[in-house]
């Protein structure tokens, strides 16, 4: 048994003809969509102790977008990465007193919430990147 990435595969049997005559059978699995990499993020995030605010998701979002366009990107892996960027961060800025996140009540007022011991535990948008790492690329 062969797993990689469908590109990483092609290399490796057109780099050896003895590996394409002996492998016959090929399953495919397409990449998560942002919805499951947003499922997987918060999962992830809640067995670590946290619980990521609307604003985190936000931020995960669009810098999912952007990682699904490099060749780095891994489905789970990307999500598990900028999991461990973002709480590297998130204890930076609660080192530094600088968790902020806002909330939105039933009415559409928005208020913000700096106190240090109510983020503790939650990723603000503060604590996740839109750019993506480029120490991992």
Request: proline share 1%.
């Amino acid at each position: 048994i062969i797993a990689g990435y469908k590109n990483d595969i092609k290399r490796l049997l057109d780099s050896n003809e003895g590996f394409k005559s002996r492998i016959k059978e090929y399953l495919e699995f397409s990449d998560y969509n942002t919805s499951e990499m947003k499922q997987i993020f918060e999962a992830m995030a809640h067995s670590e102790g946290f619980v990521v605010s609307a604003e985190a998701m936000d931020n995960f979002e669009v810098r999912c977008e952007k990682e699904r366009k490099l060749s780095s990107f891994g489905n789970g892996r990307t999500a598990r990465n900028i999991l461990e960027e973002s709480v590297d961060r998130h204890a930076l800025n609660y080192g530094n007193r600088a968790l902020v996140r806002t909330v939105t009540d039933e009415y559409g007022a928005e208020t913000q919430i700096t106190d240090q011991s109510q983020n503790k535990f939650v990723l603000c948008g503060c604590d996740v990147s839109v750019h993506p790492n480029k120490a991992v690329l």
